[in-house]
Nanobody, 124 residues
C-alpha cells in the first residue's frame, strides 16, 4: 500500500508564501511522476504542477507559472511545492498525487495514489 501525507498549509495574506510537503511511503512504492492538484468545494480537482522523474520535466498550470515551484527532497518519495506571491484565488485544499506508470501528468485520472490534502487559505 502507498501512503501520502501532505503538510505545510495555513493562512497567509495575499503576496505571502508557503511551502507544502508530501511524504510518500510504502515498501514497494515507486512512481513515474508525482504532482500537486488543488480543489475548492463543489469543483473538480485542478492540476497545479507535476514532476516527471525520467528527465525531471516539471509542467505547471498557466495560472501558477512563475509563482509556484515543484521540487523533490532527498528521494523521489518526498515532494515539495513552494507557493509564492499568493493570491486569494489560490485558496484551496492542495493534494499530493503519485502515478504507478506514465499517463498524462496533468489529469487527475492519471494518478493512482492521493493524500488527504492540506488547506491553503489566502486572505486579501
Amino acid at each position: 500500500q502507498v501512503h501520502l501525507v501532505e503538510s505545510g498549509g495555513g493562512l497567509v495574506q495575499a503576496g505571502g508564501s508557503l511551502r507544502l510537503s508530501c511524504a510518500a511511503s510504502g515498501r514497494t512504492f515507486s512512481s513515474t511522476a508525482m504532482a500537486w492538484f488543488r480543489q475548492t468545494p463543489g469543483k473538480d480537482r485542478e492540476f497545479v504542477a507535476a514532476i516527471i522523474w525520467s528527465g525531471g520535466t516539471t509542467p505547471y498550470a498557466d495560472s501558477v507559472k512563475g509563482r509556484f515551484t515543484i521540487s523533490r527532497g532527498d528521494s523521489k518519495n518526498t515532494l515539495y511545492l513552494q507557493l509564492a506571491s499568493l493570491k486569494p484565488e489560490d485558496t484551496a485544499v492542495y493534494y499530493c498525487a503519485a502515478q504507478r506508470y506514465y499517463r498524462d501528468p496533468t489529469e487527475w485520472s492519471g494518478y493512482d495514489y492521493w493524500g488527504q490534502g492540506t488547506q491553503v487559505t489566502v486572505s486579501s
